[in-house]
């Protein structure tokens, strides 16, 4: 047993704070982004002890959005397509995306590796951590967990799903005018 002196506190040590899913989204995304060049800003987000972003929610938290959880389980072609159209910067559309995804999965049965694709990608863009799982083990066990998991996230860094890549780049674009715009101060005193 290691003894301290009585003038002096024990060591403390370094450890990264604790992450449970569930706890608050990390804030929405800062502003417009124009190139897929551009870094994504790094904010007060929950911090993996390897330096990475931790998702906001679980891969097994699928009832935070019932809408999108009950679409990715019947139809899960729309939900990789809003996904893919997002991470693409709009460069394909997500009635594309969807389509080559469905392909895939008809004549092959192996979507989940083209989705698994696309994880990667989005991992990269927003320095997300690989956690729980690898990412091609997530996408091959639990594809619809994945997809599901991987629009909340994107949903929870302010982007719209529905809109698609030029509506939530004209809605960012507006946001941004609108806090920098300085307020309209009427002339005179008024009763």
């Known amino acids: 047993m290691a003894m301290y002196p009585t003038d002096?506190?024990?060591?403390?040590?370094?450890?990264?704070?604790?992450?449970?899913y569930g706890q608050p989204a990390p804030p929405p995304?800062?502003?417009?982004?124009?190139?897929?060049?551009?870094?994504?800003?790094?904010?007060?987000?929950?911090?993996?002890?390897a330096g990475k972003v931790l998702w906001s929610t679980g891969v097994c938290d699928?009832?935070?959005?019932?809408?999108?959880?009950?679409?990715?389980?019947f139809c899960p072609c729309i939900t990789f397509g809003q996904i893919a159209e997002i991470v693409d910067h709009g460069s394909v559309s997500c009635i594309a995306n969807g389509i080559v995804y469905s392909v895939i999965q008809g004549f092959l049965g192996l979507a989940c590796l083209y989705s698994c694709f696309?994880?990667?990608?989005?991992?990269?863009?927003?320095?997300l951590a690989e956690t729980p799982y690898p990412d091609w083990c997530i996408h091959i066990f639990?594809?619809?967990?994945?997809?599901?998991?991987?629009?909340?996230?994107?949903?929870?860094?302010?982007?719209?799903?529905y809109i698609g890549?030029?509506?939530?780049?004209?809605?960012f674009q507006r946001q941004a005018m609108q806090m920098s715009a300085p307020p309209?101060?009427?002339?005179?005193m008024k009763r």
């Open 62 to 73: 699928c009832c935070y959005d019932i809408r999108n959880c009950i679409i990715t389980l």
């Open 142 to 161: 639990c594809e619809q967990c994945a997809l599901c998991q991987e629009f909340r996230e994107l949903q929870n860094r302010g982007f719209d799903m």
């Open 118 to 127: 696309y994880r990667t990608r989005m991992r990269h863009q927003f320095m």
């Open 184 to 188: 309209v101060v009427e002339d005179g």
């Open 165 to 171: 890549w030029d509506a939530n780049m004209e809605k």
């Open 8 to 20: 002096q506190p024990p060591p403390q040590q370094c450890l990264a704070p604790s992450y449970q």
């Open 29 to 49: 995304f800062a502003g417009p982004v124009t190139t897929p060049s551009q870094q994504y800003p790094m904010q007060n987000y929950y911090m993996h002890p």
